[in-house]
């Protein structure tokens, strides 16, 4: 009895604190997290070979041998899936490094000095800014031709603009604070001052624009493939799934369906993380 009052006692500290999390977070949180335990089974299991073709068995229905049916090759949409969703969280996450690194050291230079280095900075986004995400990507990947890196680092630049500025403001808005100006009248270096004191301070915002841009580089990338200008054949693309099955969705629908309701889950869950954690987050502020 002692022992089960402990364990009560130790885990409802636990469940208020879930419970807290706004409803955002916690949907978000399962969406990501489900799409995220896809593409690490994909590394140790799949149902079968993702790429391999049976004309026999092409526009089949789900059932026991294919649970999500067939493509119009005969490839498991399961299978591809899988791995499509490995591929679209990788190009992702390293768009979102790119655009996060780049982004953050912009921005921390054009809020802390201001003046000159804030104007050519903000000026040369600007130009950048006025261009769309995907038009931008689209014009980057043209230019270097298509495939999986050319993607991961045209949705990264894209990314770029979008850091910089939550990362300008928050510097803008820190570098007011007192213990900031303490800082500085004491004599610590610019330096010091941008990493000790400024930096810790911003990685909230930074964080929450992390999470939605995520899900714009998987719906980016998603785009790229479907126009042939992301990941090549014969690599999975929930994209290249779109664009390969739509000939095909009045005799199977299920091609097109699957590979959209991964699209939809992915980037609707990063949109919901996002959300949950700014009012997360601001709630603690």
Avoid: C
Avoid at 75 to 86: N, P
Avoid at 116 to 124: E, K, N, P, S
Avoid at 179 to 205: K, S
């Amino acid at each position: 009895m002692a022992e089960s009052a402990a364990g009560r006692g130790t885990s409802s500290p636990r469940r208020a604190l879930l419970y807290r999390w706004p409803p955002a977070l916690r949907l978000g949180g399962a969406l990501v997290g489900l799409v995220v335990l896809m593409a690490l089974l994909s590394l140790v299991w799949l149902p079968a070979d993702p790429n391999a073709q049976d004309l026999l068995g092409r526009l089949q229905p789900p059932s026991a041998a294919h649970l999500l049916g067939t493509d119009q090759y005969g490839r498991d949409l399961l299978a591809r899936i899988l791995v499509g969703a490995r591929a679209s969280l990788l190009v992702g996450a390293v768009a979102v490094g790119i655009g996060l690194g780049a982004g953050l050291a912009l921005g921390l230079l054009a809020g802390f000095f201001g003046g000159r280095t804030d104007r050519i900075i903000m000026l040369l986004l600007e130009a950048l800014y006025s261009l769309p995400a995907l038009l931008l990507a689209m014009l980057l990947v043209t230019a270097w031709g298509p495939g999986l890196v050319s993607a991961m680092t045209a949705v990264g630049i894209a990314a770029i603009p979008a850091f910089t500025r939550v990362a300008r403001a928050s510097v803008l808005q820190v570098r007011a604070m007192p213990y900031v100006e303490a800082a500085t009248a004491l004599g610590a270096r610019q330096r010091r001052v941008m990493l000790r004191h400024i930096l810790p301070n911003i990685l909230g915002p930074l964080i929450v624009q992390a999470s939605l841009t995520m899900g714009a580089a998987v719906l980016i990338e998603a785009s790229l493939s479907y126009l042939g200008l992301g990941i090549q054949p014969p690599t999975a693309s929930w994209g290249r799934m779109l664009r390969e099955s739509q000939s095909f969705m009045v005799l199977s629908p299920y091609a097109t369906v699957f590979p959209g309701l991964a699209v939809a889950a992915v980037v609707l869950g990063f949109n919901l993380l996002g959300d949950g954690l700014r009012d997360l987050l601001g709630k603690r502020s």
